[in-house]
């Protein structure tokens, strides 16, 4: 079953012919420790898999807590954190499948797909601009397989750039292979209708030709919310076609086509200073063979938490499983970690209505709670976490750490108070600065107060926030990791 991120998710599937109906080749949602770099990572950060192939020890690219999310007719599927490229430094590949995709053999279709959220562009024509995506081979003939990506075959180039003229424009570009100085060959780019700081649905296409190189071509399509992505359109770039049908060979090997391709890489922007390069956030990539598995829907379509007593009763339900072995139950509080305290058994595949529920007996205090959805191969995803409040009285009154923490740009905090009595919600820099007041009103008892922060304005850094009554004060600490 495809990882449960958000109210309504779709799944990127791959169908390998006979081999199996819900096969993927690879996902990736970047759901590791806020902070961490994704390079070489097999001990201690995560992302084992991820391989530095340029640029080694500058200025690796990083997890963020910014998990981007596009709705169109459907939800594009993203979850966990997200991955943030800016100045030029280090490029990862990751090596999603073996030589089942290599053009003698399997010849086809290879999708790859991922949001994209730019921040910051460069403004250029052709090589000027910075590529962000392709996909890779090992350089080597068809069947000689090898973990290591060259470096000289790369295929399906994704640009982007600023709009020669409006600074705040963006376009999305396209080669079919590296370029190529004699005859110049490519990068093709969309019109100039997109923007920055805005989350679009990028699916890159490489159609291998029946393993005819000359005739392979490359294809990009761009989405924004509101599109409809259920079936595969006309591409906004493309496709760019092999030598011939005009195209130049690939640099460095003389390739006109791509042997194979087994590798996702990701490049960050080639200027020397953050304010000369390109600067964006990628989130849910997913690579499969089959336009149509973008639309096998997988809906949680509730999830919720509702004190009786001294219990808390979850309750969420799915519209669609795919090899859903089933969803533990995890509970934190402000004082513990996540832990894991009930297994529910899933329904493997299905595209029946299936609800489900769990009691949690507890004692007085303040819960989180979050599914990690278990697929029978292992892989697992896990869902937004909600809240539940037991046996507040008037004789208690608190305030929570808020959650996330870190943060990026949002997080909520929420508080009690034992009496009706006026309070107030303040935050904090380092240097005692007020920068934002989030509550100042009377505050009545026995009433859970939900506070949201937005610190999008903010730079980041370390927080204070406090809580001032006339009975009491109460002061926690909080990160905003950008």
Same mark, same amino acid.
């Given at each position: 079953?495809?990882?449960?991120?958000?109210?309504?998710?779709?799944?990127?599937?791959?169908?390998?012919?006979?081999?199996?109906?819900?096969?993927?080749?690879?996902?990736?949602?970047?759901?590791?420790?806020?902070?961490?770099?994704?390079?070489?990572?097999?001990?201690?950060?995560?992302?084992?898999?991820?391989?530095?192939?340029?640029?080694?020890?500058?200025?690796?690219?990083?997890?963020?807590?910014?998990?981007?999310?596009?709705?169109?007719?459907?939800?594009?599927?993203?979850?966990?954190?997200?991955?943030?490229?800016?100045?030029?430094?280090?490029?990862?590949?990751?090596?999603?499948?073996?030589?089942?995709?290599?053009?003698?053999?399997?010849?086809?279709?290879?999708?790859?797909?991922?949001?994209?959220?730019?921040?910051?562009?460069?403004?250029?024509?052709?090589?000027?601009?910075?590529?962000?995506?392709?996909?890779?081979?090992?350089?080597?003939?068809?069947?000689?397989?090898?973990?290591?990506?060259?470096?000289?075959?790369?295929?399906?180039?994704?640009?982007?750039?600023? &709009? /020669?003229?409006?600074?705040? +424009?963006?376009?999305?570009?396209? #080669?079919?292979? =590296?370029? $190529?100085?004699? *005859?110049?060959? %490519?990068?093709?780019?969309?019109?100039?209708?997109?923007?920055?700081?805005?989350?679009?649905?990028?699916?890159?296409?490489?159609?291998?030709?029946?393993?005819?190189?000359?005739?392979?071509?490359? &294809? /990009?399509?761009?989405?924004? +919310?509101?599109?409809?992505?259920? #079936?595969?359109? =006309?591409? $906004?770039?493309? *496709?760019?076609? %092999?030598?011939?049908?005009?195209?130049?060979?690939?640099?460095?090997?003389?390739?006109?086509?791509?042997?194979?391709?087994?590798?996702?890489?990701?490049?960050?922007?080639?200027?020397?200073?953050?304010?000369?390069?390109?600067?964006?956030?990628?989130?849910?990539?997913?690579?499969?063979?089959?336009?149509?598995?973008?639309?096998?829907?997988?809906?949680?379509?509730?999830?919720?938490?509702?004190?009786?007593?001294?219990?808390?009763?979850?309750?969420?339900?799915?519209?669609?499983?795919?090899?859903?072995?089933?969803?533990?139950?995890?509970?934190?509080?402000?004082?513990?970690?996540?832990?894991?305290?009930?297994?529910?058994?899933?329904?493997?595949?299905?595209?029946?209505?299936?609800?489900?529920?769990?009691?949690?007996?507890?004692?007085?205090?303040?819960?989180?709670?979050?599914?990690?959805?278990?697929?029978?191969?292992?892989?697992?995803?896990?869902?937004?976490?909600?809240?539940?409040?037991?046996?507040?009285?008037?004789?208690?009154?608190?305030?929570?750490?808020?959650?996330?923490?870190?943060?990026?740009?949002?997080?909520?905090?929420?508080?009690?108070?034992?009496?009706?009595?006026?309070?107030?919600?303040?935050?904090?820099?380092?240097?005692?600065?007020?920068?934002?007041?989030?509550?100042?009103?009377?505050?009545?008892?026995?009433?859970?107060?939900?506070?949201?922060?937005?610190?999008?304005?903010?730079?980041?850094?370390?927080?204070?926030?406090?809580?001032?009554?006339?009975?009491?004060?109460?002061?926690?600490?909080?990160?905003?990791?950008?």
């Amino acid at each position: 079953m495809k990882k449960v991120v958000t109210l309504l998710c779709i799944l990127f599937l791959l169908g390998l012919g006979a081999q199996s109906m819900f096969a993927q080749i690879f996902t990736e949602d970047f759901n590791y420790t806020i902070g961490d770099s994704l390079k070489n990572d097999t001990a201690g950060h995560g992302g084992a898999g991820w391989l530095v192939h340029s640029g080694g020890n500058t200025n690796a690219p990083y997890i963020v807590d910014s998990n981007l999310t596009l709705v169109g007719t459907t939800t594009y599927p993203s979850g966990g954190h997200a991955l943030y490229l800016r100045r030029s430094g280090e490029d990862i590949n990751y090596r999603f499948t073996n030589d089942s995709i290599d053009a003698s053999v399997g010849s086809g279709v290879l999708y790859a797909s991922m949001l994209v959220n730019v921040t910051q562009a460069t403004r250029g024509q052709y090589a000027a601009a910075d590529y962000f995506f392709n996909f890779g081979d090992h350089g080597a003939s068809a069947g000689a397989w090898t973990s290591t990506m060259s470096t000289n075959d790369f295929w399906a180039h994704v640009y982007v750039r600023k &709009s /020669l003229k409006a600074d705040s +424009a963006l376009t999305f570009g396209l #080669s079919r292979g =590296a370029l $190529t100085s004699s *005859p110049y060959a %490519g990068p093709v780019f969309s019109d100039s209708i997109y923007s920055l700081e805005t989350t679009y649905l990028l699916v890159v296409k490489y159609d291998f030709a029946a393993g005819d190189t000359s005739s392979a071509s490359a &294809s /990009l399509y761009v989405f924004k +919310a509101g599109d409809d992505w259920t #079936s595969e359109p =006309a591409p $906004t770039v493309g *496709p760019l076609y %092999g030598v011939a049908n005009g195209g130049a060979p690939q640099f460095g090997s003389g390739l006109c086509g791509a042997q194979e391709i087994s590798f996702v890489a990701l490049r960050q922007g080639g200027g020397a200073s953050s304010q000369q390069v390109t600067q964006l956030t990628v989130d849910g990539l997913h690579v499969s063979q089959d336009w149509q598995s973008l639309n096998l829907p997988v809906e949680l379509t509730a999830f919720n938490a509702v004190v009786s007593g001294k219990s808390v009763e979850l309750a969420w339900s799915t519209a669609t499983e795919v090899n859903n072995s089933g969803f533990a139950v995890e509970r934190k509080t402000s004082a513990s970690s996540w832990s894991q305290i009930a297994f529910v058994a899933g329904n493997g595949t299905s595209n029946a209505h299936h609800s489900y529920s769990y009691i949690d007996a507890v004692g007085a205090g303040t819960y989180s709670y979050r599914l990690k959805q278990i697929d029978h191969d292992g892989k697992f995803e896990y869902s937004k976490a909600v809240e539940a409040a037991v046996g507040l009285t008037p004789a208690d009154y608190a305030l929570s750490q808020n959650y996330p923490n870190p943060f990026n740009p949002t997080t909520m905090m929420t508080f009690a108070v034992k009496t009706d009595q006026k309070a107030s919600m303040k935050v904090y820099n380092m240097l005692g600065q007020e920068v934002m007041t989030l509550f100042d009103g009377e505050a009545k008892a026995d009433q859970l107060y939900h506070v949201q922060f937005n610190a999008s304005s903010l730079a980041s850094g370390t927080y204070f926030y406090i809580l001032q009554t006339g009975e009491m004060r109460q002061v926690k600490k909080m990160v905003l990791l950008k």
